[in-house]
């Protein structure tokens, strides 16, 4: 049973930094690009942060330079360190496993934690 589960998210004030884990089970963890997604009510999902099985990361320009995604494939955790957070960061953030194989695309998604931005 595939098992990605969020943890870290809270309350933080504006230009504070928060670092949100996702533990991985069930899957072949060093073979998935990790990403981390949020959802802020009213919009659409949206990718934060991604690496690769090979540790080629990705971000948009929304979080460039104050996100940083990680992972431990011996641990098969996979972390996003958020530095001076705005409250257009508050949203639910949510671990994403993706592995494009011979066989089809392999995509499992975690339930999620929600990140607030605010005074």
């Known amino acids: 049973q595939v098992q990605l589960v969020e943890s870290g998210g809270g309350l933080v004030q504006p230009g504070g930094s928060l670092t949100l884990s996702c533990a991985a089970s069930?899957?072949?963890?060093?073979?998935?690009?990790m990403g981390w997604y949020r959802q802020a009510p009213g919009n659409q999902r949206e990718l934060v942060a991604s690496v690769t099985s090979n540790y080629r990361t990705n971000y948009p320009d929304s979080v460039k330079g104050r996100f940083t995604i990680s992972r431990d494939n011996a641990k098969k955790l996979v972390y996003l360190q958020m530095n001076s957070l705005k409250p257009d960061d508050t949203a639910v953030y949510y671990c994403?496993?993706?592995?494009?194989?011979?066989?089809?695309?392999?995509?499992?998604w975690g339930k999620g934690t929600l990140v607030t931005v605010s005074s």
């Open positions: 069930g899957i072949i963890f060093s073979m998935y690009t």
């Open positions: 994403n496993a993706d592995w494009v194989t011979g066989a089809g695309v392999m995509n499992y």
